[in-house]
């Protein structure tokens, strides 16, 4: 896999540059090697990721999702409101038990997870971003929220990635007992290290850290 490339001059603009951009970063590609592999010129990739207007044709957009191991549906973001996995299973899948080493580094990587939380009417599951902290799951809600009932209960968490345009992906679980953060000192070291804020309310200053009791995860891939 390629390295990052250095900090590129411009920012993506307008639902495909962003698309396209994430997408590359993803796979450790710069701007050049996408345009490589596409059969574009460099200068109009960065037209592409910059310009909220640009308008490539189809066959562009073709090359494109197939340099980035992806589908034009997902690049365009026709398929941001339909459920993950709706694409034909791979031909020859195998199915692989994930290391513990090799959950935590996929946990590490950030981003959104699903959190299973008990209540009094039953179990609940909620989407939370999150970050890791030591071998902790940290995330940050409000006290009238589904996911402040975490504290104090064993609760399961889960993150995944589904790779639509090659049928594969992988999830890790994570089993643990959910407390609140109260220490102020810990808050602070929690706040300086946090990944993202919460994208339903950047406002939420409760924290809860999920010590885990165990750690699975599963692959599978297409040969």
């Known amino acids: 896999m390629a390295a990052h490339a250095p900090h590129e001059l411009g920012r993506p603009t307008g639902n495909l540059g962003r698309r396209v951009a994430v997408r590359r970063e993803e796979l450790g590609l710069s701007r050049e090697e996408t345009a490589a592999r596409a059969g574009m010129a460099p200068s109009y990739l960065q037209y592409l990721e910059e ?8 066959a562009t957009l ?27 299973a791979g031909r020859h899948p195998q199915f692989t038990e994930l290391t513990p080493q090799e959950c935590r580094d996929l946990l590490a990587t950030h981003g959104v997870g699903r959190v299973a939380v008990p209540t009094v009417s039953g179990p609940l599951i909620v989407p939370v971003n999150y970050g890791i902290v030591g071998d902790s799951v940290v995330f ?5 929220t589904v996911p402040a009932q975490a504290s104090g209960a064993q609760v399961a968490f889960e993150v995944d990635r589904i790779d639509e345009a090659f049928s594969q992906g992988w999830s ?6 959910a407390r609140t953060v109260t220490d102020a000192e810990s808050v602070q070291r929690l706040e300086e290290q ?10 939420r200053h409760m924290w809860i850290r999920i010590e885990p009791l165990s750690i699975t995860g ?6």
């Open 194 to 203: 946090a990944y993202s804020k919460p994208w339903a309310d950047p406002e």
């Open 62 to 88: 073709l090359r494109l999702a197939g340099a980035l191991e992806t589908t034009v549906l997902e690049l365009t973001g026709g398929d941001v409101d339909l459920p993950p996995g709706m694409g034909q």
């Open 51 to 58: 310009q909220p207007t640009a308008a490539p044709g189809v």
């Open 218 to 223: 599963r692959r599978i891939t297409v040969l």
């Open 140 to 144: 940050r809600t409000a006290p009238d």
């Open 172 to 177: 890790v679980l994570v089993r643990g007992h």
